[in-house]
T-cell receptor
Framework: DADVTQTPRNRITKTGKRIMLECSQTKGHDRMYWYRQDPGLGLRLIYYSFDVKDINKGEISDGYSVSRQAQAKFSLSLESAIPNQTALYFC???????????FGPGTRLTVL | DAKTTQPPSMDCAEGRAANLPCNHSTISGNEYVYWYRQIHSQGPQYIIHGLKNNETNEMASLIITEDRKSSTLILPHATLRDTAVYYCIVSPPRDSGGSNYKLTFGKGTLLTVNP
């Protein structure tokens, strides 16, 4: 079974809709991250969470919000989706004392 | 964080060694070099990391120059499944204080392993 899972894997939505992407992990890691990747580019950090009560903005947080419901769950929301949020979204986890991040399989989001 | 420079693409014959270079001339004394790879549209995968000494694991070897301004990731016997984008990342030591959590992914090197 995958240690880091993301749902949905693919989503097509329309401009203005609210979308939630979910991430769950069974690794027992404290830290969780949300990244987006645009074609031909590297990953950019949206939000990160060091524990349930510690959530921080990354480099491109505008237009996104997150919720850390439990140690194992970290959700990313687009309150009002727009076409330039079309991208591949990755969730990742890490232990507190490590830079090794474990990534989920990704969610491909298309905003029409 | 120190910036890294990698060639945008490289080719390698199957079964041969793949040597992927990375320049990080502004690296600080306490910064580590990390390598990740991303197979087409999958989540990135950790490969290896090092500080000063050369490192080897079941996936690859990492050679860091004595002045630490560059490094080379070596895949000793490349296979078709090694075709991926390889990212070289420089990062402060774990929990060195403040917000030293971050991995900054650039564009990486697309390695194509040919049959």
């Amino acid at each position: 079974d995958a240690d880091v899972t993301q749902t949905p894997r693919n989503r097509i939505t329309k401009t203005g809709k609210r979308i939630m992407l979910e991430c769950s992990q069974t690794k027992g890691h404290d830290r969780m991250y949300w990244y987006r990747q645009d074609p031909g580019l590297g990953l950019r950090l949206i939000y990160y969470s060091f524990d349930v009560k510690d959530i921080n903005k990354g480099e491109i947080s505008d237009g996104y919000s997150v919720s850390r419901q439990a140690q194992a769950k970290f959700s990313l929301s687009l309150e009002s989706a727009i076409p330039n949020q079309t991208a591949l979204y990755f969730c990742a986890t890490s232990e507190r004392q490590s830079r090794e991040q474990f990534f989920g399989p990704g969610t491909r989001l298309t905003v029409l | 964080d120190a910036k890294t420079t990698q060639p945008p693409s490289m080719d390698c014959a199957e079964g041969r060694a793949a040597n992927l270079p990375c320049n990080h001339s502004t690296i600080s004394g306490n910064e580590y070099v990390y390598w990740y790879r991303q197979i087409h549209s999958q989540g990135p995968q950790y490969i290896i990391h090092g500080l000063k000494n050369n490192e080897t694991n079941e996936m690859a070897s990492l050679i860091i120059t004595e002045d630490r301004k560059s490094s080379t990731l070596i895949l000793p016997h490349a296979t078709l499944r090694d075709t991926a984008v390889y990212y070289c990342i420089v990062s402060p030591p774990r929990d060195s204080g403040g917000s030293n959590y971050k991995l900054t992914f650039g564009k990486g090197t697309l390695l194509t392993v040919n049959p």
